[in-house]
């Protein structure tokens, strides 16, 4: 779960500039309907539109980039698991040798005696 918290962190941090000009935008944009009173209405409306959009986008970015970083992960997780299974065999082989080979010296103390 704090991996989880990383990646949304790290998302966060990577939009926060995008963000604070998208802020800037628009205390702009509402002080041009202040003094344009006249297209208020209108300027509101394509405001509320424009903020629905980049809303999207940024959304937009921020899960893919989310499913990005999840994707490097399981990535990463699955060579890991190979590399398991890789030491598993390895381990079983060798475990076959030294069974084979105890054998063979147990054989050898008992003829021994």
Not at 5 to 33: K, N
Not at 70 to 87: G, H, V, Y
Request: aromatic share 8%; glycine share 2%.
């Amino acid at each position: 779960m704090a991996d989880r918290s990383l990646q949304v962190s790290y998302v966060e941090d990577e939009f926060a500039p995008a963000q604070e000009e998208f802020g800037e935008w628009q205390r702009r944009f509402d002080q041009v309907i202040e003094e344009l009173p006249a297209y208020g209405p209108t300027l509101a409306k394509i405001k509320k539109q424009y903020e629905a959009v980049i809303g999207f986008i940024i959304d937009s970015k921020r899960v893919r980039a989310l499913v990005q970083l999840d994707r490097e992960k399981r990535k990463k997780d699955k060579q890991s698991i190979l590399n398991f299974k890789r030491r598993k065999a390895e381990l079983e082989e060798k475990i076959l040798k030294l069974s084979s080979e105890n054998k063979r010296l147990k054989k050898e103390i008992d003829t021994t005696k």
